[in-house]
């Protein structure tokens, strides 16, 4: 017997497995499944066992040199979900099956931390005859067996009673060397929770009572447990609606089930509350997974789940590959995220695989949110998914006002500062008022557009209809999709004014700003440059909770489900930064923030006021978010989408040729792609046509990149758009297969359905 062994290596031949021998004393612990170290090209290398074979492919074969014994082999299951992504992602088997083990196994430095355990090595009767005979001769040692035997028979050691701190670790040693106690050593758990979120063992608190809107949700999730094989939920529930108490709930009727739960949430760190809420209430059976433990931290916790003393996990997206048994429910929060979409190999959507683990297990997965993805509303709306809805708020509070400010007006006033005279008054009140605001930008400008601020037009692609991207050193736009170039228009060609201008201030020049027009604010700026350290955001959020500062500036991360009382005016200080991003959701984008943004006013007692800024008022993703229409916005934005063949109604597949040397860079993008055009060509005719009538493969570019050059790599990318996945699928491998490979210092990579193409 050989051993079918895949090895991530970055060869196209990793495809497939490599075969190894087993050696005598592993033959029992080698299985489909197991992580093993082999030999390869001259390294150890951490592999993954697919398979067997009576006679390898090879005539000098190489032998597997370790397992990895402190974690079982992966199940079934997840073999068949690693299969899955392999296909669905274009990715190698070896990527796929890595992301189900904790980094430490794939690097290993798999650790567990022990400590010596000092327990009774004699039955109690002869222990308690010990120190009647040793209380005299050896007080010492009589002390200790007579603690031992209070308090269970055994104790750490360096326990904090000081047990053996008190006594002398002579008399210890002693008695283990006339075999009354023994000492082992035994695994201890780094827990990720700091003191102040330490939770009772038990699970507690007293249920709260549900909205109609609640109850009726959690009846239809526990409904589908006795479904053999129930489709995923849309839990559509407007902001402060409970969903975070179905989600409990739907958990708790797992549990008494027997089964477990994965609870997906976007970035772990913007949401410490929910992680702390799901701790209170469920204590120790919360296992906490996500990228600020320490590695120690995550495989301990990775650990506690795969034993299955901790059956719920919650954790940020690689999460969804816990090892939970005997899952009963999937639960993605926020599942319009972006941040569920992994941006390296393999790069999996975590949606996807949670619904397609679920349905592996025959789960339920609910995927929960305000604003759900356009993808997922399609999908409920064709039934493939089933919808609920919360239309209520929790203690009915009324949905924020939300007002809508006409930039272009502000110019034809003479107001040139990017506070509007609407937005400056109601900052002074709120200021005056002791009460506190949040102006929110869209992230730091990283492209650059060009808009007219006479009549708000922005300079978009006939073709693809995203913003053009401003290329300064050239002088032109260019569309990053289909490499569309035209001049830096002098006037708008729209209206004929002269106040054409490139754009995107970032949250640095804004809170230079604030501080400017409103001296006596205390102001905090909330971005990825000011929350790079740990808890430095932790430390924004309770400051300003605090009342520490009067004005929060920030970037999304300030939209996300934090709960500020005092807030009852929320800024957004540009909404064109959003609309105006070259990428085919920058309209879905602006709809999700401006409702995420609004969802932080008025959440405490008093009403909440949000102001929106924008050059284009009547765009309808700015309309229905402020009447705070989904549907609407939806079959808005579908039409769109059909109409210019952007998902769902076809896939997108972004390959992306970066390095150092530009010209090598343009040179082989323009290869690739013809190549690409050649197989898309070749593809026979899919037989049946998409009802779109979107059947078959366009390849987009070669053009520059939106963001063409990060750290220090030109980047060039190529666009196809198919339909059926299968097709797109098949056109990027033939075309990868006909083309020269790369030339060194050139890397090509693939990304299936991207969820940006910046
Ligand atoms: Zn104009
Ligand atoms: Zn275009």
Known sequence: MFAEVVVDVPAAKAAKPFHYGIPDRLRGSVRVGSAVVVPFGGRRLVGYVVGFVDTPDVAKVKHILEVASEVSPLPQGMMALATWMTARYLCRPAEAIAQMFPAAVRQRKASVKTQALIELAVSSEEARAFVTEAEKRAPRQAEVVRALLERGSSVMEGDASGLLRRTCPDAVRALIRKGILASKKVEVMRSPFTDAQA???????????????????????????????????????????????????????????????????????????????????????????HSRLSAGERYDEWRRAERGDARIVVGARSAVFAPVGNLGL?????????????????????????????????????????????????????????????????????????????????????????????????????????????????????????????????????????????????????????????????????????????????????????????????????????????????????????????????????????????????GVVSADTCLNLPDFKAGERTFQLMTQVAGRAGRGDRPGLVIIQTYAPDHYAVQHARDHDYVGFYEEEIRARQDLLYPPFVHLVLLVVSGEDPGAVERYAASLGASLRVAARSLDPPPHPAPSGAAGVRVLGPSPCAMKRVRRLYRWQILLKGHPLESADEAVRRGLDTCPAPPRGIVVQVDVDPESVL
């Open 330 to 570: 999937v639960v993605v929060d926020e599942e319009h995220e972006n941040s569920y979409k992994q941006e390296e190999s393999p790069r999996y959507h975590a949606r996807e695989v949670a619904c397609e683990r679920a349905r592996v297990a025959g789960c339920p997965c609910v995927l929960g949110s305000a604003t759900p993805s356009v993808e997922s509303f399609y999908r409920a709306r064709a039934g493939e998914y089933d919808y609920i809805a919360l239309t209520t708020r929790v203690e009915m509070r009324p949905m924020p006002a939300m007002d809508i400010v006409d930039m272009r007006e502000e110019l034809a006033h003479g107001n040139r500062s990017i506070f509007s005279r609407a937005l400056a008054r109601a900052i002074r009140e709120r200021l005056a008022r002791r009460e506190q605001v949040i102006l929110f930008l869209n992230r730091r400008g990283h492209s650059t557009f060009v808009l007219c601020r006479e009549c708000g037009h922005a300079m978009r692609c006939p073709e693809c209809d995203v913003a053009l991207t401003y290329h300064a050193e050239e002088g032109t736009l260019r569309c990053h999709y289909c490499n569309h170039e035209e001049a830096l228009p002098d006037t708008c060609p729209k209206c004929g004014s002269s106040y054409i201008k490139y754009f995107g201030a970032g949250t640095e020049k804004i809170e230079r700003e604030v501080m400017r027009a409103f001296p006596q604010a205390r102001v905090v700026r909330m971005d990825l440059d000011t929350t790079r350290t740990k808890r430095a955001h932790e430390t924004i959020v309770s400051k300003f909770r605090g009342g520490e500062h009067d004005i929060l500036v920030g970037t999304q991360m300030v939209a996300k489900g934090h709960d500020f009382p005092r807030v009852t005016l929320v």
């Open 199 to 289: 939770a009772p063992p038990q699970a507690g608190r007293p249920p709260l009572h549900l909205t109609p809107d609640q109850d009726r949700a959690v009846s239809a999730i526990t409904a589908a447990f006795d479904q053999r094989s129930p489709r995923p939920i849309l839990l559509h529930g407007v902001t402060a609606s409970g969903k975070t108490e179905v989600y409990m709930r739907a958990i708790e009727a797992a549990l008494a089930r027997g089964r477990s739960a994965i609870v997906l949430v976007p970035e772990i760190a913007l949401t410490p509350q929910l992680a702390g809420g799901f701790r209170e209430r469920f204590g120790r059976a919360v296992a906490l997974l």
